[in-house]
């Protein structure tokens, strides 16, 4: 049997409502690939749907129903890979057409990073698209310097978890994913292994789900801890970054942590944040306004969730 040159690492836990979609998405992009699928020992049928798709898909399915996260069930998939190349999907989001080759291709052509990068939709719980989550790394194929990556994503997570390629021993060196992290583990590795450069593609190949009973929803009632997510990247990174980028980077990211948890608390009808966020935005002052909207790429992300609430009665 061929080496597989991509592990697809998928934690599951009572994802039947779109399982069968983020599965399906995979179909006919499956060649050189292996699929490890951990159960968190799921109760609503998510299992039966992993084996009925082993008779079209190349699935390992790994029982974990003693686990407690989905960070903990992807480093059991990063341990268990055969594959010098990861890709995360969760079970609400989904692959579009020809990401295998694109990512192919990228991983061909920019050799000297750990991690590939590419721009995402934004879809609703029917698959709707209703956005996009995109860095601001410009509009064509490039590989982007560790200093205007790091610059960026340290002020915000801007890369969609499914939209994101990183070689598995680079990630084993860093640890893999941090456990203690509900939220931001993933914003945290992408740190770590953009530490000499990404390789960056704008097509969007993949869709990011967001709907309200997603982590960031769920886990974000609790406003110090949702807080304190946010800091730990910042807290870690920030010296990666040469002291003439880390003044500018370390206000914006403080501003955008402001803006995230006082956005957090509005969700749960909680205003609490509002004045630290205004304060942050304003200190900031006009001449930093439109980096800060850049790097965070606070519009894109923004406007698609309000519409949805707008929906919802929220």
């Not at 050799?111 to 601001?136: F, N, R, S, Y």
Request: charged share 20%.
């Amino acid at each position: 049997m061929t080496q597989a040159w991509l592990s697809v690492i998928m934690p599951v836990f009572n994802g039947g409502t779109t399982l069968g979609a983020a599965l399906s998405s995979l179909v006919g992009q499956c060649d050189g690939l292996e699929i490890i699928a951990i159960d968190q020992g799921s109760t609503d049928g998510s299992r039966q749907i992993l084996e009925e798709a082993q008779d079209r898909l190349p699935i390992r399915i790994i029982d974990n129903p003693d686990g407690s996260s989905w960070t903990e069930n992807t480093n059991i998939g990063l341990r268990e890979a055969h594959a010098p190349l990861i890709t995360m999907l969760h079970q609400d989001d989904i692959w579009l057409p020809g990401r295998a080759a694109l990512l192919r291709d990228i991983s061909t052509q920019h050799q000297e990073v750990d991690i590939w990068v590419h721009g995402a939709d934004l879809i609703d719980a029917q698959g709707k698209t209703v956005g996009q989550m995109c860095p601001p790394f410009g509009n064509v194929q490039c590989v982007v310097s560790s200093e205007e990556a790091l610059s960026h994503l340290i002020v915000q997570n801007t890369l969609a978890l499914p939209a994101v390629m990183f070689r598995r021993n680079a990630a084993l060196r860093k640890g893999g994913l941090d456990e203690e992290l509900w939220y931001t583990a993933d914003w945290d590795l992408w740190l770590n292994l953009a530490q000499n450069g990404l390789a960056w593609d704008p097509t969007r190949a993949s869709a990011f789900r967001i709907h309200g009973t997603s982590l960031t929803i769920t886990g974000s009632r609790d406003l110090q801890s949702f807080k304190r997510q946010l800091e730990i990247p910042l807290d870690r990174h920030l010296a990666h970054l040469p002291d003439r980028l880390a003044t500018r980077a370390r206000k914006r990211a403080e501003a955008a942590n402001a803006l995230n948890v006082c956005l957090a608390g509005l969700h749960h009808r909680n205003l609490r944040g509002v004045a630290s966020a205004l304060r942050a935005f304003f200190l900031l002052g006009p001449f930093e306004w439109r980096d800060f909207f850049t790097s965070t790429q606070i519009v894109n992300r923004l406007v698609p969730r309000l519409k949805l609430g707008l929906k919802r009665g929220i």
